[in-house]
């Protein structure tokens, strides 16, 4: 295998500082970089589709939801860790452009419910569809068992942090 920019950066470390562990920076320098890399695919992947990733975030919430795709807004807070008025903010910009619509609640009279459009689930759907290719291909490298074992380890290590 081909050495990258971090066997470089552990190299110059470890040559500077070879009383340290460096194992965290292989790990930890290889996922900063990668959740880059991501990010960028993500934007790729949603500009296609004339969503930006924190609309996709709500409407994804949304969509998962299951039909009617309506939710509180305090249940797409929780989804997406933002602030209440952040929230508002970004379903009134949804709303404007036909992505969510706000609609009474029947539970409850005085709340509202955030309800997915037709124009927003095609949206949605066709964003995660084009994600779904794009994290496919770059996982395309790995063999399905590692992929597996892969999944595993970042589940176990997530774990502690909540």
């Known amino acids: ?3 990258d920019e971090v066997d470089e950066l552990v190299r110059a470390w470890g040559r500077e500082r070879s009383d340290l562990d460096l194992a965290p920076v292989e790990v930890f320098s290889r996922v900063a ?4 890399l991501l990010d960028g695919l993500r ?5 296609g589709h004339g969503v930006e990733p924190w609309e996709f975030d709500v409407l994804a919430a949304l969509r998962r939801a299951g039909a009617p795709y309506e939710l509180t807004p305090g249940s ?7 602030t209440s008025g952040t929230m508002t903010n970004r379903v009134d910009r949804l709303v404007e452009r036909d992505l969510v619509e706000r609609r009474p609640d029947p ?3 005085r709340g509202v419910l955030v309800r997915l459009t037709a124009t927003g689930k095609r949206s949605v ?7 779904l290719d ?5 996982l395309s490298v790995i063999p399905a068992p590692e992929r597996d074992r892969l999944a595993l380890a ?3 290590l997530m774990a502690p942090l909540g």
């Open 125 to 131: 759907d066709g964003a995660f569809e084009s994600l």
């Open 33 to 36: 970089r990668l959740a880059r």
């Open 134 to 138: 794009s994290e496919r291909r770059l």
């Open 43 to 47: 934007r790729e992947a949603f500009a």
């Open 154 to 156: 970042l589940k176990q």
């Open 107 to 109: 539970s409850d009279r």
């Open 76 to 82: 797409l807070l929780r989804q997406t860790m933002v």
């Open 1 to 3: 295998m081909e050495h």
